[in-house]
């Protein structure tokens, strides 16, 4: 079990693998406001506020897709990084493509970012975190592509 990232708590297995954004990390972003995002949503994550944590690295994904705005709008700059991290190989391409469209859809679909009544509540606190890992996943590896 060494290296396994897992505790027993009355009984419970629990996952202690915990992922974050680490000021090494955020050296190479030029663009201010999504180093802003992304630290922020990294002080709620390490404080357990995960809602808001989640909320703010939405915004953080957001600002991410309008990183070469305005020679690019949203979308031309969003395929530009996709193009950067997928090597303009097909399979990843795709990958990655459905990746952030999923992201999109899901920061749409729930109450993250937008609280209208036809959003889906959240209401399981783990959801935040799976939301907040996958959202950091693909925003990690995008920043180390940004030109």
């Known amino acids: 079990m060494d290296g396994v990232p897992l505790k027993l708590n009355n009984g419970k297995v629990e996952s202690i693998f915990n992922i974050q954004i680490k000021d090494s990390t955020l050296i190479p972003i030029q663009e201010a406001g999504l180093k802003e995002l992304l630290q922020e949503a990294a002080n709620y994550y390490d404080n357990d506020n995960l809602k808001i944590a989640v909320e703010k690295l939405w915004d953080a994904f957001e600002r991410l897709k309008t990183y070469y705005s305005p020679t690019l ?13 997928s090597g303009q190989k097909a399979h990843y391409k795709d990958l990655f493509e459905k990746e952030f469209l999923e992201l999109t859809q899901i920061g749409n ?20 975190d799976y939301f907040y890992k996958r959202c950091l996943s693909l925003i990690s590896v995008s920043i180390q592509y940004l030109g």
Not at 119 to 128: A, G, L, Q, S, T
């Open 109 to 128: 679909d729930f109450r993250i970012r937008h609280h209208e009544t036809t959003k889906i509540n959240i209401e399981d606190h783990r959801h935040y």
């Open 73 to 85: 709008d949203k979308k031309k700059s969003v395929i530009r990084i996709i193009g950067d991290i």
